[in-house]
């Protein structure tokens, strides 16, 4: 999992929870910002569930009112304080949320405004990053109500934390954006397949793949715009910035 999230809502999940199609204008710019004089090539909508575990070379743009999501492989800084694009965009809050499943790392931290309110990264029995006052949420965590589990008849290590880092991580995605990718979902919780991202795959100048010629089939066409995600007037705020920072 690696997420990025620049948020200027009170509430998003409200607004994850009643996103429909993505706003294409928007992501783009966002796009274009994170790599500037590069080609973009669009590679379509994917839920945010498959774009969060992104193991390819595809960046992925979700753009809703108030809210902007960036998903890539390389947003698995050891230290979250060290997030590349970070301040892309200016925002009220930024969330880094990131886990890797084959060594259970698992890590998170929140800006408000250019500064860092907390951020904690670590593997089972080692702490890579621990900033700012533990937030409220953390309080079972810490309390060891939400135990590391071991293989029968292994020894933990003596140094293992009370906690599973990714499910640590998971617990602030859940605390901020209304959701987790694993486990049960709670009542009221969002599902992330329901939320939809656009794929860019980038490019030297004048080398990104040319797009397909448009189709005489009527329904192919139909089809395809179905599918094409909606590009009206949201997240104007965000896109000004954008442009703004561009000049």
Not at 56 to 67: E, I, N, Q, S
Request: net charge negative; aromatic share 8%; with cysteine.
């Amino acid at each position: 999992m690696s997420t990025l999230w620049f948020v200027d809502t009170p509430d998003p999940a409200a607004v994850l929870g009643n996103a429909e199609s993505p706003d294409g204008d928007a992501a783009l710019a966002v796009a274009q910002r994170l790599h500037p004089n590069m080609d973009l090539a669009p590679t379509g909508v994917v839920p945010l569930s498959q774009a969060a575990g992104v193991t390819d070379d595809v960046l992925y743009v979700g753009a809703f009112p108030g809210l902007v999501v960036v998903c890539h492989k390389d947003l698995t800084p050891t230290t979250p304080t060290t997030t590349p694009w970070r301040s892309a965009i200016d925002s009220a809050t930024t969330y880094l949320v990131a886990s890797r499943p084959e060594d259970a790392w698992g890590a998170f931290a929140v800006w408000e405004g250019d500064t860092l309110r907390r951020s904690f990264s670590a593997a089972p029995a080692t702490i890579l990053e621990d900033s700012g006052i533990p937030l409220v949420w953390e309080r079972p965590y810490w309390a060891g109500e939400f135990p590391l589990q071991h293989p029968p008849g292994a020894l933990p290590d003596p140094q293992s934390l009370p906690f599973h880092p990714q499910q640590f991580a998971e617990a602030a995605n859940r605390e901020w954006l209304g959701f987790r990718y694993t486990g049960a979902r709670s009542e009221g919780e969002l599902n992330p397949t329901s939320i939809g991202l656009l794929g860019f795959t980038v490019h030297p100048p004048g080398q990104a793949p040319r797009p397909n010629p448009p189709t005489t089939d009527a329904s192919a066409a139909r089809d395809s715009a179905a599918a094409a995600p909606a590009t009206g007037a949201v997240k104007r705020t965000f896109l000004d910035r954008i442009r703004r920072k561009t000049r």
